[in-house]
């Protein structure tokens, strides 16, 4: 079996190579805008506002984050309202709250609870305030038609005596949950600062002191509660643990069950957590905790605050400019990448998008929504790919199409079903299965042709590695007891073979051919030495281990584009062939001998005998045998001649076709002369040098002389006879000079009907009006055959009653051959 082929590569890098298609590039930039909009959508118009939130909730819920002990809430829980009564209570339990906590000295005490309307103990409660640094709520309501915000503060006596007035208003995204809050709210006419921004910028400050210090903060910009002119909103870092802090009941710690210890020096948040008052909010952590009350966010914002973990949201054209790279880079690999790794790339480039969203926040405290990258690769993926799969698609379809409509040589089995039915995809995998099959077929077909054929046969890719060795060649190689031809060069599979001699073409001799030949052997062998192609494609005989003689030839293999794809070698045994030959020799010895002799002898006793004074049989007897021995005698010499020229291998050197011409001319003059018939050879001021040809000399000359006799046979006496020559270009190889010779009689002619077979054997032509002329119709045969062997043509025009011109046209010898030729005799 052959060996395998080099594998098909899909990679599309092997394709940069060539120009890409229009259509190709009109899709990749279509596709690439297509992306282009939609991280556009997704990063300033907000499309994907949704899911970016559902991811932001899902990172964080990734890790807690540590909670600081010097914060804690006093709560205002069910248990308490179950004490003190129904809310709300009054001011004199806050009173006496406060007043407890200024015992166990806290850091500041922060009220999440609005004291908006007057009372008879305000006084009271306005002295506890100012017993410890305690800040108070104020309450923000929406903007208005204009723009204006309405300001609920506390009443004048407690604002007096707190220690710093701020917002507590959360902003509820669109989902309807609290992840972030502003530094600063309200309108030109009065702005306001959070309320826990106040704490952290005492703290920070030096304002309060905390149990634990000052918190070391993660960021370098530190906590300022002037107003900058804008909300400065940030994003509150909630975990799991967003509960968690150190927490007491309200009703407790106004019971003195909370030891001071516990609250001295931290922060104390008191707000509700009674389920019946509604103070709770829907939190990006609310999955795991429900509803979070809003003492806790504001826990969670001072823990923030302090700690300097808040989370800025980056702008919407950063977050274009990072997702542009993700697509970019998926863009890219659609050029260079096969569809599967495609694939694996858009998984990784959003996963990469993720993660690093991630760590950013987790790190950075910086929220770059990885939405719109993964959005963009995830929606252009599968789109180019559509394309991609409809375009080849389509071309599959063509070329299916193509290859279904074209014949097809080779019988097929019947149909035993309904061969195309179902949607288009079924037809074209029915398609597909029919050219699969045909292919098979064809792939069967070629290998049963090769072992068919009893010669053998090897096929070699375009390094001369042999491919396929049909089972003649196998056979062939094993009976020489070599190992099996595939996967081995071809100059090493056929380096065994001797070389006999080279095929006889063009103008060198057979002993040039040979010399040159021997001198390179074996490395004709190898098919990829363009020097010995033309060589090996006419052939050479060679001979193997056996003594067998063979004719070695090249052919090339080309594809349906015309290119070479590798050569075919070829081995035939001419072992027969060549001992039919001998044969051939031998029966001409015999009959040049056999024949000749007797029919000499015949001639040599006629002489003798008209010699004699009298004759001893009577002269006319002795003319008739004369007559009838010179007729066997000049047949048996025509076919010798015939048969040389035919087998015989040509003895070529280099010759004046203008004295061939004269040569021949003073052969047949003698009988030119009997019927007073001129010969005339034309010389003319013409260059002598371009009449100069490669040619066998008694053979050529013999042809002329054929010619030459046939003009004086079938001329009238007192006729004339002209030799002309012309020299040009081959039009059938140009830039290959020839020459020319015209022989022209003022004979009787040749019909047109006869011509065509002037040139075979035993083939004579003669008219009742016209005299009878002898020979056997060999001449014409013969001229041909030297001729044609010397690389030339013969041409014959003739009409009847004007006469019969034959022209003999051959190779000239070129330039370099004049000059080899001229410098001897220089």
Not at 125 to 133: K, N, Q
Request: charged content about 25%.
């Amino acid at each position: 079996m052959p060996t395998t082929p080099p594998r098909l590569s899909l990679d599309p890098r092997a394709r940069l190579g060539r120009r890409a298609g229009r259509r190709f590039l009109i899709e990749w930039v279509g596709v690439g805008c297509l992306g282009i909009v939609v991280i556009l959508l997704t990063s300033f118009g907000r499309v994907s506002a949704g899911i970016d939130q559902l991811a932001y909730d899902r990172f964080l819920t990734l890790r807690n984050r540590p909670l600081l002990s010097d914060i804690v809430v006093v709560e205002i829980d069910n248990a308490s309202i179950a004490q003190l009564g129904r809310w709300p209570w009054p001011r004199s339990d806050h009173t006496r709250l406060l007043e407890r906590l200024a015992e166990a000295k806290p850091a500041a005490v922060v009220f999440d609870v609005l004291f908006t309307e007057t009372n008879a103990d305000d006084a009271g409660l306005a002295h506890a305030i100012a017993l410890s640094p305690t800040y108070l709520p104020v309450l923000l309501s929406p903007p208005d038609a204009t723009g204006a915000h309405t300001v609920v503060e506390p009443v004048a006596p407690l604002a007096q005596a707190a220690a710093g007035l701020g917002h507590i208003n959360f902003e509820v995204d669109t989902d309807g949950i609290v992840r972030s809050v502003a530094r600063f709210q309200g309108d030109d006419g009065s702005r306001w600062p959070q309320l826990m921004l106040l704490v952290a910028d005492a703290v920070e400050h030096g304002k309060l002191q905390l149990r634990g210090g000052v918190p070391s903060r993660r960021s370098d910009a530190p906590v300022d509660a002037r107003d900058d002119g804008t909300e400065g909103r940030f994003l509150i870092p909630f975990g799991r643990n967003a509960e968690d802090y150190p927490k007491f009941s309200f009703a407790d710690v106004l019971a003195g069950k909370v030891q001071a210890e516990q609250l001295r020096g931290r922060i104390v948040v008191i707000g509700v957590t009674a389920s019946g008052l509604y103070d709770r909010f829907a939190t990006p952590v609310s999955g795991d905790l429900g509803p979070l009350p809003g003492v806790y966010i504001h826990a969670n914002v001072l823990d923030t605050l302090l700690t300097g973990r808040e989370i800025l949201p980056v702008r919407a054209w950063l977050v274009f400019a990072v997702s542009l790279v993700a697509l970019a880079a998926l863009l890219a690999g659609f050029l260079v990448l096969s569809p599967r790794r495609s694939l694996l790339l858009t998984g990784a480039l959003a996963l990469l998008a993720a993660a690093g969203s991630a760590l950013l926040l987790d790190i950075g405290r910086l929220w770059i929504s990885p939405v719109p990258a993964i959005l963009g690769v995830m929606i252009v993926y599968p789109i180019w790919n559509w394309r991609r799969l409809e375009m080849t698609m389509a071309y599959l379809r063509g070329e299916l199409q193509r290859l279904a409509d074209e014949p097809y040589l080779l019988p097929e089995t019947p149909q035993r079903r309904r061969e195309f039915g179902g949607d288009v995809l079924e037809q074209h995998m029915a398609l597909m299965a029919r050219a699969a099959q045909r292919v098979q077929d064809m792939k069967r077909f070629v290998w049963d042709s090769l072992d068919s054929v009893p010669e053998p046969i090897l096929v070699s890719d375009l390094r001369g590695i042999v491919l396929i060795a049909n089972h003649a060649a196998k056979a062939h190689f094993a009976r020489l007891g070599a190992p099996l031809p595939e996967g081995q060069p071809m100059q090493t599979v056929l380096g065994g073979l001797t070389l006999v001699k080279t095929i006889d073409v063009g103008a060198a001799s057979d002993t040039e051919r040979n010399l040159y030949a021997h001198a390179h052997w074996p490395a004709l062998l190898d098919p990829t030495r363009d020097e010995f192609a033309a060589l090996m494609a006419q052939g050479v005989e060679v001979r193997d281990a056996n003594e067998r003689d063979h004719l070695l030839r090249y052919a090339t293999c080309t594809n349906a584009q015309g290119e070479t794809t590798g050569w075919i070698a070829g081995l035939v045994d001419v072992s027969a062939l060549h001992a039919a030959e001998r044969q051939r020799e031998d029966a001409l010895r015999l009959l040049s001998h056999d024949m000749r002799s007797p029919q000499a002898s015949i001639i040599a006793l006629v002489e003798i005998e008209r010699a004699r004074t009298e004759p001893v049989l009577a002269r006319d007897l002795l003319e008739r045998i004369e007559r009838y021995a010179q007729r066997a005698l000049t047949l048996a010499d025509d076919f010798v001649q015939l048969a040389r020229a035919e087998s015989q291998a040509y003895v070529l050197e280099p010759l004046n076709l203008t004295e061939l011409v004269i040569d021949a001319s003073d052969e047949v003059w003698p009988q030119a002369h009997a019927k007073r018939i001129a010969l005339h050879t034309e010389t003319g001021n013409e260059d002598d040098e371009a009449r100069w040809i490669y040619a066998d000399r008694s053979l050529m000359t013999r042809a002329l002389v054929n010619i030459l006799n046939n003009a004086v046979k079938y001329s009238p006496p007192d006729t004339r006879i002209e030799c002309s020559f012309a020299s040009g270009t081959a039009a059938r190889t140009p830039g290959a000079s020839r020459v020319s010779c015209t022989i022209r009689d003022q004979g009787y002619g040749i019909p047109k009907e006869q011509q065509a077979g002037l040139f075979e054997r035993f083939r004579r032509f003669h008219e009742a009006e016209r005299p009878e002329v002898g020979g056997a119709g060999l001449g014409m045969a013969f001229v041909k055959t030297v001729v044609t062997r010397h690389g030339g043509s013969v041409d014959v025009v003739s009409a009847p009653g004007e006469g019969t011109a034959f022209t003999i046209s051959l190779p000239a010898l070129d330039d370099a051959q004049l000059d080899e030729l001229v410098a001897p005799r220089a």
